[in-house]
């Protein structure tokens, strides 16, 4: 019954923009924190941003400096990944995940995800 969709992924050149977002269906969306994390082959998870279930924190992962933006829009059970300036080093799959909080790590059985969005980023 719960669904989460993303698109928005393609193909950009260094220095572009995407937007990323992801539908969700299945569950209160206002009660659940929802995030986004990504994973390049044979490299491993790493978290991208979150945004608490009111909307009124957002958390990034350092290395973005500024460049990502989470959003979400509750009326709509959508949430959004603004990325720009992007760099090769962007390239990965992304995933959006729902949470009953904001963490650092995935908890099996209480956190879900989509299958995911390509983003591919080079010249």
């Known amino acids: 019954q719960l669904q989460l969709v993303e698109s928005g992924g393609g193909l950009v050149q260094p220095g572009g923009s995407l937007r990323l977002s992801c539908a969700v269906s299945?569950?209160?969306?206002?009660?659940?924190?929802l995030g986004w994390l990504r994973q390049v082959p044979g490299m491993g998870r790493a978290g991208v941003a979150c945004i608490s279930a009111s909307g009124g924190s957002s958390y990034y992962d350092e290395s973005l400096k500024g460049r990502f933006t989470i959003t979400r829009d509750n009326s709509k059970n959508v949430v959004f990944l603004l990325m720009s300036s992007l760099k090769p080093e962007d390239t990965a799959e992304y995933y959006c995940v729902a949470s009953p909080e904001c963490r650092g790590r995935l908890v099996a059985g209480q956190d879900f995800w989509g299958q995911g969005t390509l983003v591919a980023v080079l010249s």
């Open positions: 299945g569950l209160t969306f206002d009660r659940y924190a």
